[in-house]
Nanobody
Framework: VQLQASGGGLVQAGESLRLSCAAS????????MGWFRQAPGKEREFVAR????????AYADSVKGRFTISRDNNRNMVYLQMNSLKPEDTAVYYC????????????WGQGTLVTVSS
């Protein structure tokens, strides 16, 4: 599976952005999907995850209640709706696949930069 993330940009604190991740290939429903982010000088961290069917989601505490992950299996797309953005959300955001039954994320998109100004 190849992934292409998009939708990043420069916004002010309190504003919203929606990130998109397009997946190529025929087996999109073989994967749970995750979003991660990496801020300058920091390690990559988990942001959100959605199961293959979309029936279950999980979030990092830092984004819970502000971010929403969703997917459209008909279009091989996964989204991250980000509301009430804060300067500390500034990072490169990556989408990734997690094959059902495995723990690791094995395919990564190229990342999209989100910058939140105060």
């Amino acid at each position: 599976v190849q992934l292409q993330a998009s939708g990043g940009g420069l916004v002010q604190a309190g504003e919203s952005l929606r990130l998109s991740c397009a997946a190529s290939g025929r087996s999109f429903t073989s994967y749970h999907m995750g979003w991660f982010r990496q801020a300058p000088g920091k390690e990559r961290e988990f942001v959100a995850r959605i199961t293959w069917s979309g029936s279950s989601t999980a979030y990092a505490d830092s984004v819970k209640g502000r971010f929403t992950i969703s997917r459209d299996n008909n279009r091989n797309m996964v989204y991250l709706q980000m509301n009430s953005l804060k300067p500390e959300d500034t990072a490169v955001y990556y989408c990734a696949t997690q094959r059902i039954g495995l723990a690791n994320y094995d395919s990564w998109g190229q990342g999209t930069l989100v910058t939140v100004s105060s």
